[in-house]
């Protein structure tokens, strides 16, 4: 990954030239193309680091460093440089399933790559002692590396978590939106100014120039609280996925949500999937929802997976249980009827 210096417009500006990272799409990427379900723990986890050390961090992350996090934060900053690149092992895909399964992940990384990764992130520097030590590819390094992301998480994001889940799915909920009235062109056209989609490349502003072509793997787009400029994978040969800055200027509003039903909402008529629905008056577990719905604990499991496909809930793995949340196009649907 490549990080700004600041804002936007630092992150795309480098001696006095404009950078862009151009998305090459074939028909199957865009048939492959899609939104993930919302807040990736390990994403959020290393871009509040990046806003961590600028002049004005968000605002959830004041006064986010006391002597408490001092053993954590010494171990991720020099991962985590305030510009530039870094390591792409720090952001599994398999975070999108919760902060366990991400951790995981980052757990078993290859020794190879570790070390491919820290050099060059590292370069004609000399390595703290900790990043060598991680390079080596040990298992204790390691462990202590996944202790500080999580430890971080829980202290930093924690208790704000509700509010950065709230901002993705509102813009999922938009992006949703124009995929299903229009399909994947008509959701890249969404993203402006920063992202620009010209049939059929999607041109990016970026530190640096490069060419991105996805090969009919299609692009996994991500939005995230603390991104301040889209964020890519810096290995061509990983899943590509673009990270980006979640909207927060108002535009999902509830006469833009309601919305006649389409072929995907239509699988939610029926009795029990409503009830499940209605039963999302506040954020709740899996087990929770099946006690208010009144059903079956691996019914209520279903049918949130097919509430949160078609958009209409958030769900995020919190250590051992999964978290439900209404959308705004849920909160809107409910409204309507």
Do not use: K
């Amino acid at each position: 990954m490549w990080l700004p210096s600041g804002g936007i417009g630092d992150r795309t500006i480098i001696g006095g030239t404009h950078h862009v990272m151009r998305i090459h799409f074939t028909a199957e990427d865009l048939a492959r193309t899609q939104v993930a379900d919302g807040a990736d723990p390990l994403w959020e986890t290393v871009l509040s680091l990046h806003s961590l050390q600028e002049r004005r961090p968000d605002p959830v992350l004041a006064g986010r460093r006391p002597a408490s996090l001092a053993r954590p934060l010494s171990m991720l900053l020099p991962l985590v440089p305030p510009r530039g690149y870094f390591p792409d092992f720090l952001t599994p895909g398999a975070g999108s399933a919760g902060l366990d399964a991400g951790l995981d992940a980052v757990l078993s990384t290859p020794r190879t790559r570790l070390r491919s990764e820290l050099t060059t992130l590292t370069g004609r520097d000399s390595p703290v002692p900790w990043t060598r030590s991680l390079a080596d590819g040990g298992a204790p390094a390691l462990r202590r590396l996944t202790g500080s992301l999580r430890e971080y998480h829980d202290a930093a994001l924690g208790p704000h978590w509700t509010r950065i889940v709230r901002r993705t799915a509102a813009d999922r909920a938009l992006r949703l939106h124009a995929l299903w009235q229009g399909g994947s062109e008509a959701m890249l056209r969404t993203y402006g100014p920063s992202m620009r989609w010209r049939p059929p490349v999607l041109e990016v502003d970026y530190p640096v120039d490069r060419d991105l072509h996805l090969d009919g793997r299609g692009l996994l787009l991500v939005p995230s609280y603390f991104c301040r400029g889209p964020v890519a994978l810096a290995n061509p040969e990983l899943p590509p996925v673009l990270v980006y800055p979640a909207s927060t200027d108002g535009q999902v509003t509830d006469s833009d949500l309601r919305l006649p039903l389409t072929p995907c909402l239509a699988r939610l008529i029926g009795h029990t999937r409503a009830a499940v629905l209605e039963s999302l008056s506040s954020d709740c577990t899996t087990t929770e929802l099946a006690q208010r719905a009144g059903v079956a604990l691996s019914t209520a499991s279903e049918h949130a997976a097919v509430l949160r496909s078609a958009g209409l809930v958030s769900s995020v793995r919190e250590r051992n249980v999964v978290r439900h949340t209404l959308t705004p196009l849920g909160s809107a649907l409910l409204r309507s009827n």
